[in-house]
């Protein structure tokens, strides 16, 4: 018996105004062995609705399950998987944007650094490369372990809401790919605003879901067995746009936002049909970022906000 509760205002402003966008299907079978109660959840559908005032959109109900999400994604994986994932080079244009937006921003010596959602710390070890005295938070306890090997970096297992600062204020906080996955997202905001210092800045990466939204329904009218994924088992749980995104940081006191067209992931260079992929996303994000209002076309895929704590 699987059970849900309701959520009825926006997350971010409020609102009640809330339109189905899509369904969401819960898939969960490989959980069957390592967590029952969550495999259950199978075969449910939730509906992503969109709010009128902001246009941001989340799930209609949330799964009654203690800590679902925890559970959701204590995925037991292989060190040779994160050892993969570690190496990869596939998000390093973010990361290189992240390194050197804030590079500009913060300007002193040794300056701390806190990645929410470290995964398997390969942003912590290119960031102390750049000069920063870098820290992690991961929740997975493989990753978390991985990252502590493999970059030396204080990373610390848990939660956000657990994580107290041991020592000064962080000069920047940095969550990519994390902000879509937590649920009543402006509390984590909150949070990383109070491990700030004073003027220091917050990187936060996150898809966005309008254009998203396109490409998938697009990608399903091409093939017909495909169906959008994005939300399924609330994996993304938030879908941001421009407007609920920068309402989000303002409402939790940020001040000096700025959102641009957020890079790409990249596939590894290897076929010509990746070769190919790589270059329509290099493609896309330059039209998205360069051109005037591009952040407001479906070529915008992601989000990539800088906002300074006031
Ligand atoms: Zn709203």
């Known amino acids: 018996m699987t059970a849900f509760t309701p959520v009825s205002e926006c997350w971010i402003c409020g609102g009640t105004a809330l339109t189905r966008v899509h369904d969401a299907s819960f898939e969960l079978a490989e959980y069957r062995t390592q967590d029952p109660e969550l495999a259950a959840y199978s075969g449910s559908t939730v509906a992503i609705v969109r709010c009128a005032a902001c246009g941001f959109a989340q799930p209609a109900q949330l799964p009654a399950l203690s800590r679902y999400f925890e559970r959701l994604y204590d995925q037991r994986w292989s060190r040779d998987w994160i050892e993969r994932e570690h190496e990869a080079t596939y998000k390093d244009l973010i990361f290189a944007d992240v390194i050197r937006e804030l590079g500009t921003r913060v300007q002193k010596p040794h300056p701390r650094l806190l990645d929410i959602g470290s995964h398997a710390g390969r942003f912590l070890v290119l960031a102390r490369r750049a000069g920063w005295d870098v820290a992690g938070l991961e929740l997975n306890p493989s990753t978390a372990a991985f990252a502590l090997a493999a970059s030396g970096a204080p990373i610390h297992h848990g939660s956000i809401d657990a994580f107290e600062a041991e020592r000064e204020p962080f000069d920047a906080v940095t969550m990519t790919d994390v902000l879509e996955h937590v649920p009543e997202p402006r509390a984590i905001l ?21 254009a998203q939204r396109l490409k998938e329904s697009a990608r399903a009218r091409l093939r017909q067995a495909y169906r959008p994924t994005l939300a399924d088992n609330l994996v993304h749980v938030n ?5 609920s995104l920068r309402a989000a940081l303002a409402r939790e006191g940020f001040e000096q936002i700025v959102i641009s067209a957020g890079a790409p992931e990249l596939p590894p260079n290897g076929t010509l049909a990746t070769l190919a992929d790589r270059a329509a996303r290099l493609a896309a994000f330059r039209a998205a970022r360069l051109l005037p209002g591009g952040l407001h076309t479906p070529l915008a895929f992601n989000l990539q906000a800088y906002a300074r704590r006031s």
């Open 190 to 210: 909150r949070k990383a605003r109070a491990l700030l210092a004073p003027h220091g800045w917050l990187a936060v990466k996150v898809p966005n879901a309008p």
């Open 239 to 243: 879908h941001f746009c421009p407007t």
